[in-house]
């Protein structure tokens, strides 16, 4: 259920945004120095609220938080409909993005706590639903803008049908979620804690988190690789048609390939991790992720880039199948909320920062004449001391619960 509800919220959310978000906001007259404000403005809510939203999920159950994304997926979509200028814009994606955020942390949560020996297959293989949806949505998106937009009409009705169809699949997600309305595995007795009790349980979850080394580094490892990947799919783009001459659709097809391979690899790395460890797949995943982007800047034939994006995929969904599990097996069955959020804040940072600091590189990069040598250079570089660091490193050591997960 938790799948299906992953597959029909990500459709929504990422249909919202893709590829309707930069035409819809170009015609509210966007001022230009806003636009990047529109574009971010789902992913702050997921700084701001995952770790605390998540922390309450162990204390106060998983339920409610998965009933409340749910809503937040069925009605932000409709909100759209009724929107006339661009400040009204920023506001419901702000909204929008509260879905999301809380959404997969307390669902990764709920699962690593209902599958305790087979975490890193089953969370694996909620994140390749989710990628489903959003592999789906940009191209079914662009579908119903085509067969949708009318000249003679005001510019804003031309997106009115989509939204609409967004707004089916949220309530489809909400739907989903009802199942949870029946569950009785609820937290005993802690809805009549006060304020005050409920807030020390909360921080002294963060503190906890907070000193444990082990998680720290899984963290690291996490928030490299979306500083990674955030800095890729930007910068990819750029490289593909500015310099490798490549069509906007052929660069489409690349970007939907890292996701695609995802798909299919990470819940099999997930089960490659839940019987042969963590340790290894992780440190593999770095390095092969890392090596193809060394290779991409100085490629430009369509087949040999198009390998090089697959093994980076590869090597991405290789890490990602194990660190969530492995987070979930450093701390004990009450805080793996809090862990989950924590790893989903630290991977919007990662994600936030990479393309911020891409931009600085590829500014230098320029002067000296190297194109985007140096951004893809650094970015394997990353990579590769990662898992150089990951490796050497003592301080991942899984506790055990006590039926031996």
């Given at each position: 259920?938790?799948?299906?509800?992953?597959?029909?919220?990500?459709?929504?959310?990422?249909?919202?945004?893709?590829?309707?978000?930069?035409?819809?906001?170009?015609?509210?007259?966007?001022?230009?120095?806003?636009?990047?404000?529109?574009?971010?403005?789902?992913?702050?809510?997921?700084i701001l609220v995952s770790l605390p939203v998540a922390s309450l999920s162990d204390i106060y159950g998983r339920k409610r938080f998965l009933l409340f994304a749910g809503v937040v997926f069925a009605s932000a979509p409709f909100l759209y409909l009724i929107i006339t200028a661009w400040w009204q814009l920023i506001i419901v994606r702000f909204y929008h993005g509260f879905a999301t955020a809380i959404f997969v942390p307390v669902a990764e949560a709920a699962i690593a706590e209902a599958f305790p020996t087979k975490r890193g297959e089953r969370i694996s293989l909620f994140s390749s639903a989710t990628y489903v949806g959003r592999v789906i949505a940009p191209t079914l998106g662009g579908y119903i803008l085509l067969a949708t937009t009318r000249p003679v009409a005001p510019p804003p009705s031309d997106f009115h049908l989509l939204y609409l169809?967004?707004?089916?699949?949220?309530?489809?997600?909400?739907?989903?979620?009802?199942?949870?309305?029946?569950?009785?595995?609820?937290?005993?007795?802690?809805?009549?804690?006060?304020?005050?009790?409920?807030?020390?349980?909360?921080?002294?979850?963060?503190?906890?988190?907070?000193?444990?080394?082990?998680?720290?580094?899984?963290?690291?490892?996490?928030?490299?690789?979306?500083?990674?990947?955030?800095?890729?799919?930007?910068?990819?783009?750029?490289?593909?048609?500015?310099?490798?001459?490549?069509?906007?659709?052929?660069?489409?097809?690349?970007?939907?390939?890292?996701?695609?391979?995802?798909?299919?690899?990470?819940?099999?790395?997930?089960?490659?991790?839940?019987?042969?460890?963590?340790?290894?797949?992780?440190?593999?995943?770095?390095?092969?992720?890392?090596?193809?982007?060394?290779?991409?800047?100085?490629?430009?034939?369509?087949?040999?880039?198009?390998?090089?994006?697959?093994?980076?995929?590869?090597?991405?969904?290789?890490?990602?199948?194990?660190?969530?599990?492995?987070?979930?097996?450093?701390?004990?069955?009450?805080?793996?909320?809090?862990?989950?959020?924590?790893?989903?804040?630290?991977?919007?940072?990662?994600?936030?920062?990479?393309?911020?600091?891409?931009?600085?590189?590829?500014?230098?990069?320029?002067?000296?004449?190297?194109?985007?040598?140096?951004?893809?250079?650094?970015?394997?570089?990353?990579?590769?001391?990662?898992?150089?660091?990951?490796?050497?490193?003592?301080?991942?050591?899984?506790?055990?619960?006590?039926?031996?997960?």
């Open positions: 259920m938790l799948c299906l509800m992953g597959f029909f919220a990500i459709l929504s959310s990422t249909m919202s945004k893709s590829p309707v978000l930069k035409p819809f906001s170009s015609s509210l007259q966007t001022p230009t120095d806003w636009t990047g404000i529109v574009a971010a403005a789902s992913t702050i809510p997921g169809e967004a707004g089916v699949a949220g309530i489809a997600a909400l739907i989903m979620a009802l199942p949870f309305l029946a569950s009785k595995r609820t937290r005993e007795n802690v809805p009549h804690d006060n304020v005050k009790r409920t807030l020390a349980k909360v921080f002294s979850g963060w503190g906890k988190v907070a000193v444990n080394r082990g998680v720290l580094l899984v963290g690291f490892v996490q928030a490299s690789q979306y500083f990674v990947y955030g800095a890729v799919e930007f910068f990819l783009v750029g490289y593909l048609t500015e310099i490798a001459n490549l069509n906007d659709f052929i660069a489409g097809i690349m970007i939907t390939s890292i996701i695609g391979i995802g798909i299919f690899a990470r819940p099999l790395m997930g089960r490659l991790s839940d019987k042969a460890g963590r340790r290894i797949p992780i440190i593999a995943g770095c390095a092969v992720s890392g090596l193809p982007l060394f290779a991409i800047p100085f490629i430009r034939n369509f087949w040999g880039l198009l390998a090089l994006v697959l093994i980076y995929g590869l090597g991405f969904a290789t890490v990602l199948g194990s660190v969530h599990a492995l987070t979930c097996d450093l701390v004990p069955g009450e805080l793996v909320g809090t862990s989950m959020g924590f790893m989903d804040t630290v991977m919007d940072v990662g994600q936030t920062l990479g393309p911020i600091a891409c931009g600085v590189i590829l500014a230098a990069s320029l002067a000296y004449g190297l194109q985007y040598i140096l951004v893809f250079l650094a970015l394997g570089t990353v990579m590769l001391l990662t898992g150089a660091i990951f490796a050497v490193s003592r301080l991942v050591r899984p506790r055990l619960d006590s039926d031996g997960a």
